[in-house]
């Protein structure tokens, strides 16, 4: 026992039974304060809990004093507002229900237990809760009946709380079916006891007014609206504030319905209801100023209507001036114009003021009255001119989601607006932009496709022409602007609104507060960017900035759950860079909200406001729970999401991530349900909503084509019907073109190669799904399609104009070519015109792919479909891969045999080559060993040297100080190399027909496999010799088969002795310098050196170069540092006198051809923008035209380096070899312990070559050759 009290047995007990049955009575017939009563209370708890410790669990004594628990935990429950107090009372009324004692009366414990329930569901959001105590009441009510006997009291309590749960649930989580059960069972018991209204509480009044009135919105049902208005008028006059709390919400509601109906039906006695409950409002201590101005107008309002019947208001109550009305007319505009004014659209009783007094049939009907009144004016005259602009400005109050105003009528009065008067005012004239872009702006936000922000902001454009006109005009195009940047998924966009508001946000016409919510929710953006460029740090400090902004504003303001839901979408971005950088995960936020109190905070916001905080906060959610698979947690976040999508607009951008979401989850659910019947419900509900997204998409010019697509696609083949594995395969590829648009579409490198890093793991699962379905072909466009997309882009930049010539859209070349050279120079709104109109060739008018489609992913001839809105020739010329025969083309124009994709091995397929013969055809080789986790690869860091021509880390490779010295890694590797993947190539190639001529291969490796030195993969060869992979076979290098084939069908150009060579610019290179010298002079003495001797080689020395003096013949020999930086501006670049020579420069700085660049600098083909973008300096000198690149894939060693170029160039020149084979015979020189040294070599030279050790790999094996 706790409290030391004895509980004896027998007579003694039956005494203490008594005892504290008289504590319950004596708290009963207490009248006291609330602090009297609970001070009755407290000790009478103890008293109970301690004679019930010293109970066995089944005495039948026990289950007394359960049910007095539960009825004194209850009630000081009521009096302290604490909820464990509930949960308490509800677990002790259970466990008598549980003992079922023949003396307790169990359904009045069962009608108890669920006041308890509802009571603390109501309180902290829990729907099941609310649900069990509906399902209690109904019980208990029923037992009761069944029990015979007179009916007591508390059966009639039971049954319209039972109606009281089901309005709860309704006003919480919007169940219409809920308000239309509790609209049936209401109108049973009211019709049973008509006289039972007198005697209902004002709470019950007020909510079964509210359930009433909202059916007969839905119904479009005039008597139930008045009888719920029956029900609020009755509740407000009988509302006691001591014993029902606040009385605001009623009375304001019995108004905005009572005005709604007015309209309807103009019956001056709803006037007066009007004037009575706004009385209320005003008089009431303590309202919020919101709804106490409402009320002003309310009364304001009611009061002219009143005199337009020739009657006065005679009522009692406060009364408010004529100015008053005005002077709060005028500050809710205001607070409207700068965002200060929030209307609450929550569960304190507005939805019929949205549902009723703002219905779209109402408002319609308003609009086409003033409009035709409109009409009537003349055309072009001030009146018509002035009329058409003050009905565009309230669009939005008249048509809030842009679905009831007609284009006719929208068109109509914009030709209005901007029609030129005979008295035409530059001013007005740029007003008239500025309310026809503001009008448009409107409808695409509510429509949420964007497709018309950039005529949007060229309105923007025309209005800001001379003199600025205010804050106002420079807020809104700055949502333009970003709203076009998030629809397209174009980063251009989203910087440019950033900069915008860092320009706007000291304006002093704005207010503290806009400027507050501005800020946070720039703070947003800038954190989803931030993750976007790889920078956690940035990231988390924008979160942090945006955390601290929600804690400033009051708990009661609208905007919070708003910018929780855009901190949850920063903080999805941010989890997902760190899970991709090895980084932990950020601790959980402070405050925030449950779901329950999400769905509260979203029901006080407008409707689309409402869709965005709950579908967005499902998908956070959902994410977070998929992480450590609570499958609860999951079902709970799609319940958030398939509630926003109800509330969105179909086919709006809303809907779509909606549908795509909701059918990606319903997938994954599927496949970890083990009921058959279940999964099979679970799939085809996901599959569903993924069509429907797919099919609204439309195709790769849409942001989420790429993830709808793929999803679909995996559903089909989970799915397995006949024909879903070829639909899903080709679902897949189109969503690979979705990645090659979205780089496209970018006006900046780094942007770029952030809009393709997600295309990697997509191509390897869609790959390994042609692979297992036999089509290798198809893999080999998979596998393309991941690869160099960078590049891509900045290749298509420059042949985009002709391409738009060709297609007849002469206009958009020249405003494309008047941008620059630089494809980084293209913004991505003329990008985005340009490819769509080079796409649009093909598609439908809709959008869709034409006739045949079964609606299951499959075609009448069971086939998969390749896609809605794939687009013609142009779309293929941008979008898809060489075929294989387009690539065999090339292989032969090149004198190559095979194109060579190494795939390592991966969740979704084992390690495998791709092969495509110079005749085009497609096969594959099976490499089990072939993974990026073998231990030599996985341990492999380069850096291993630190002497060499490098300025930096390899990213994400680890420490700069490795373990094991290069020469031992490389050795490792390469043997590694030769067993995993080369010695299994090299038993597929023979070449019969040619005698003595070794196979020429084309090398693509994917991921990390691009680190390794393949033409160095070596094997014992007797005696402690080696055989190694260049000795059997000439390889080359390809960032793409894209690249391959265009530089292969670059004209072919003798050497015409122009030529640059730069030797140790920085001064820190001795050998460079010495190589560089010795090249030129024995083989370019016509060429132009700079470097060291010469004082000069300065980055825009290069460039002009590059632009001014090379030819198709010429070369260029660099000897230098390079760089690899990840995640920066300039990811790859060669260090020049007095700066850095970037790669996304020279992509835009060749006018003409080169014939070849030499880079002997370091790490100069590693990509600095992932592995599989390929975007090293090597490729941007093939991407700005030169036919032949050699580069190095790490810190080469300076000594051993300016022999081999020596020597490359040697071959090239004195025994005209082509570049990949003078090369070639370079390296195998380097490799000969009996080399013989040519004359040419200068003595410093030949001094090094006679040190060099044949076994050292990283002496030659680190240069490759790309292109011709």
Known sequence: MRSGLRVPENDELNDILDELWGERAAFIESDGTD?????????????????LDALADDAPEAAELHEGLGFLCQQRALLTDEGEDLLLSARHYAAVLAAAHPDSDLPLVRYSRAVSLMVHGRATGNRAELEEARAEFDTAAVEARRAGGE???????????????????????????????AEAELGTLLAADPGVEERLLPQYLDFFGRVLYERGVVRQDAAAKDRGVRLLRRGLLEWEPERDGRLAATATLLCVAQQARYRDDPDPGRLRDVVLAARAVIGEEGTEKELRDMAVLMLGWARQ???????????????????????????????????????????????????????????????????????????????????????????????????????????????????????DDPDWRRRAHAVAGGALLTEELAAGAGARLDEVLAHFDSAEEGPGIGADLGLVRMMATVHRGQMSGTADDMAAGAQAWRQLRENPELSPYARRLMDAQQSGYDAAQAARSGDLDATDGHIAAL??????????????????????????????????????PAPPLAGRPTAAEL????????????????????????????????????????????????????????????SHTAGSVYCGLASGERLPYRRTELLAKGIGLLEAATRQAAGPGHRLWAQAALALGRAYRTRGRTGDRAAGRRYGLDALRGHAWAALLQSGTADAAEAARTATAMSLEVAAWCLADGVPEEAVQALDSCRGLVLHAATTASSVPELLEEGGHDALAREWRATGASADLVPSALRRRALSALTADGSTADGSTGEGST????????????????????????????APGEIGDALKALGKD?????????????????????????????????????????????????????????????????????RDQLDRLCSWAW??????????????????RVPRLVLVPMGALGLVPWHAAWAPDGDGARRHAIEEAEISYAASARLLCEVAARPRTPHTGSALVVGNPTGDLRYAGEEADAVCRAFYPGARFLGLRTGDGTPDEVAHWLREGGDGGAVLHLACHAAVEESRSSSAYLSLKGGELAAERLTGALRGRLGLVVLAACRSHVSGRGHNEAYSLAAAFLVAGARSVVGSLWPVPDDATSVLMFMTHYFLRREDEPPVRALRRAQLWMLDPARELPPELPPVLAARATAIDPADLSAWAGFTHLGQ
Not at 552 to 572: F, M, P, Q, V, Y
Not at 611 to 634: F, K, P, Q, S, Y
Not at 934 to 961: F, H, Q, S
């Open 35 to 51: 602090e009297e009563r609970l001070a009755l209370l407290d000790p009478s708890v103890r008293h109970h809990e301690d004679a």
């Open 151 to 181: 009916r007591p009291d508390w059966v009639e309590d039971a049954q319209y709380k039972l109606v009281l749960c089901r309005a709860l649930i309704w006003t919480m989580w919007q169940d219409e079916a809920q308000a239309a059960a």
């Open 305 to 423: 209507m009143l005199a337009e019947h020739g009657l006065e208001d005679d009522s009692d109550g406060p009364d408010v001036s004529f100015e008053e009305v005005q002077r709060v007319y005028r500050s809710m505009m205001d607070g409207v114009q700068d965002g200060t004014y929030q209307l609450d659209y929550g569960d304190e009783g507005y939805f019929a003021l949205i549902n009723d007094a703002a219905s779209p049939d109402r408002a319609k009907h308003g609009f086409d009255h003033v409009f035709a009144k409109w009409s009537e004016l003349e055309p072009g005259s001030v009146e018509h001119t002035r009329g058409a602009a003050a009905l565009l400005a309230h669009l939005p109050m008249f048509d809030p989601h842009g679905d009831q105003v007609t284009k006719e009528q929208r068109d109509a009065l914009t030709r209005a607006v901007l029609r030129p008067g005979p008295d």
């Open 547 to 584: 955390h601290a902004a929600i804690g400033t504003l009051a708990e009661d303001d609208t905007s919070r759950i708003e910018l929780w839901t855009l901190l949850e979408n920063a903080r999805s971005a941010r989890d997902e860079l760190a899970e991709r950088l090895g980084a932990p």
């Open 599 to 658: 769905r509260r905070g979203a029901a006080r916001l407008s409707r689309d406001h409402r869709a965005w905080v709950l579908g967005d906060g499902g998908i956070a959610r959902a994410r977070r729970a998929g992480l450590t698979g609570d499958v609860e947690r999951i079902r709970e976040a799609l319940a958030l999401i398939e509630e926003g999508l109800a509330l969105s607009d179909e086919g709006s951008d809303s809907w779509l991530r909606y």
């Open 855 to 882: 609606g299951d992913g499959s075609t009448a001839d069971g086939e998969g479909r390749g896609g809605p809105g794939t687009g013609g020739a142009g779309a293929a010329r941008l979008l898809d891969t060489p």
């Open 898 to 966: 095979a194109l060579v994709y190494l795939v390592p091995k991966s969740e979704d397929g084992g390690g495998v080559a791709v092969l495509v013969t110079s005749r085009g055809d497609v096969h594959h080789v099976p490499l089990p060993r072939l993974t990026e986790d073998a231990g030599p690869l996985r341990e492999y860091e380069p850096l291993a040297r630190a002497a060499g021509r490098d300025l930096g880390p390899v990213p994400g490779w680890g420490a700069a100080a490795p373990a094991r010295p290069l």
């Open 979 to 996: 067993y995993a993947a080369v010695r299994p190539l090299f038993d597929l190639f023979v070449v019969p027909d040619k005698p003595g």
